[in-house]
C-alpha cells in the first residue's frame, strides 16, 4: 500500500492510478470530493451516523467492531459490482476525510487482492487544504481577462464559442450550475455546495495554460447562493475588459431562447417575476406578470432589461472605476454574429 502526498493541485493529475475512490459516505461525497473521483463508500449516511453515535456516547470498543464489519459488508458489495470487473493490474487511489481508518482498511482488503493500491494522505482534508490555499491565500495563478456586456448579450454562448476556437476559458455559470439573476437557476435543478464549486473550478485551473489569458463572464462576486472565491474575484476587478454592445431588441431576442426553460413552465416565471417585487413598484411587477401571462415574451424581456437588470448591471463593482478596454458592437446576436465576435475576441486576447 503506496502512501501518496499532493503538494499542489495538478500533482493529482501526475498521480499514477486508473481510479481514485472516495471511501466516504455519499453524503460527504455529495458535499465535495476530488475531481473524477468515484464514490465506494465503506460506510453509508446511517451506518456512519451509528458508528459514531455509539463511539461519543457508549464505547469506543463497540463503535470499531461494529464498523468494521459494516466496512467488510460494504466493501464485498463493491468487489462484486463496481469493482468486479477490474484486471489484476489495476490500480486505484483509495481517500477518506483524513486518509485514515476508512480509506486505510479498504485499501488494505484491496492490496490483499493484488492490486496497487494508494491511500492520500490527509484524505479529502487535504485537498480541501490545497483547493483554499490556491483561491483564498495566493493570488489567482492565471491572468484574467472579463467578458463583460448588460444582460442579454449571450456572453456563455460566445465563451463556449472563444473555447472551440482554442481561447482558454473559465465558465463560472456552467460550474455554478446557475445563469446569473433570479431567473438564473434552471427549473428542478439546484446549485453545488460552495466546496464542490471551488473543487470544479480547480479542476479547470490546474489545467490551464498560466501564460495565457483565461476569459471569464463579468459576474458579481456571486453566482446565485455560491461566492467567487477571493482571488479569482479580486483578479476579475483588475482585470483588462472586453464589453459587448447590442440593442434590446436583439438581446430580448436572445433571452427568449436561452431561457425557454422556465418559459415554458408558466408557473416558475411568474414565481421569478414576483420575487423582484422588493425592487420594483407594485404596477410594474403586474404589468410584467401580465406580459408573461400573454406570451409577449420579447416584450416581457425588454422591459426587464430596460427597468431592472441594465439599471442594476451599471453599478456592478467591475464596471465603477474604468472604462472596458474594448468595445464590440453588434446589431444581431444569432449564431453567425456570435462566431464574428468570437473570432474578435480570440484576436483581443493574442
Known amino acids: 500500500m503506496l502512501r501518496v502526498t499532493l503538494s499542489s493541485l495538478s500533482d493529482l ?25 468515484i464514490n465506494l463508500p465503506v460506510l453509508d449516511n446511517a451506518e456512519r451516523a451509528e458508528v459514531g453515535t455509539i463511539y461519543v456516547q457508549d464505547s469506543r470498543f463497540r463503535a470499531r467492531r461494529l464498523g468494521a464489519a459494516l466496512v467488510a459488508r460494504n466493501v464485498a458489495r463493491h ?6 470487473d477490474k ?12 486518509g485514515g481508518q476508512r480509506s486505510g482498511s479498504f485499501a488494505m482488503i484491496l492490496g490483499q487482492i493484488g492490486w496497487q493500491v494508494g491511500v492520500l494522505d490527509g484524505g479529502w482534508k487535504a485537498w480541501r487544504r490545497l483547493v483554499q490555499q490556491a483561491f483564498y491565500d495566493a493570488p489567482f495563478p492565471v491572468p484574467v481577462t472579463v467578458l463583460d456586456g448588460n444582460t442579454g448579450t449571450a456572453k456563455t454562448a460566445i465563451l463556449h ?13 456552467g460550474l455554478a450550475r446557475h445563469r446569473g439573476s433570479l431567473f ?12 464542490r464549486f471551488e473543487s470544479a473550478l480547480a479542476e479547470v485551473v490546474m489545467h490551464l495554460d498560466p501564460t495565457r489569458p483565461v476569459l471569464v463572464e463579468a459576474e458579481s462576486n456571486r453566482i446565485g447562493a455560491l461566492r467567487l472565491p477571493p482571488s479569482l474575484w479580486q483578479a ?9 454592445e447590442a440593442p434590446v431588441e436583439a438581446r430580448a431576442n436572445w433571452l427568449t431562447q436561452a431561457y425557454g426553460d422556465i418559459i415554458a413552465a408558466p408557473e416558475e416565471l411568474a414565481a421569478r417575476i414576483a420575487a423582484l417585487a422588493p425592487f420594483q413598484p407594485r404596477d410594474t411587477v403586474a404589468e410584467w406578470q401580465a406580459l408573461a401571462r400573454g406570451r409577449q ?6 422591459r426587464l432589461m430596460r427597468e431592472h437588470y441594465d439599471p442594476r448591471y451599471e453599478r456592478t463593482a467591475l464596471r465603477q472605476d474604468r472604462a472596458p478596454d474594448a468595445v464590440l458592437r453588434t446589431d444581431s446576436l444569432d449564431v453567425a454574429a456570435q462566431e464574428i465576435l468570437a473570432g474578435q475576441i480570440v484576436a483581443h486576447l493574442g
Do not use: N
Open 87 to 98: 484486471p489484476a493490474d489495476y490500480r486505484p487511489l483509495v481517500y477518506c476525510w483524513r
Open 236 to 244: 476579475m476587478q483588475a482585470a483588462p475588459r472586453i464589453a459587448l
Open 297 to 302: 415574451f420579447e416584450a416581457l424581456a425588454a
Open 184 to 195: 438564473g437557476l434552471v427549473p428542478g435543478d439546484e446549485q453545488p455546495t460552495q466546496k
Open 13 to 37: 493529475d501526475a498521480l499514477p492510478f486508473d481510479e481514485v475512490i472516495d471511501a466516504r459516505s455519499p453524503a460527504e461525497f455529495a458535499e465535495d470530493h476530488l475531481p473524477g473521483a
Open 79 to 84: 468487489l462484486q459490482t463496481a469493482l468486479a
Open 161 to 173: 464559442k472563444v473555447a472551440e476556437r482554442g481561447g482558454q476559458v473559465i465558465d463560472l455559470e
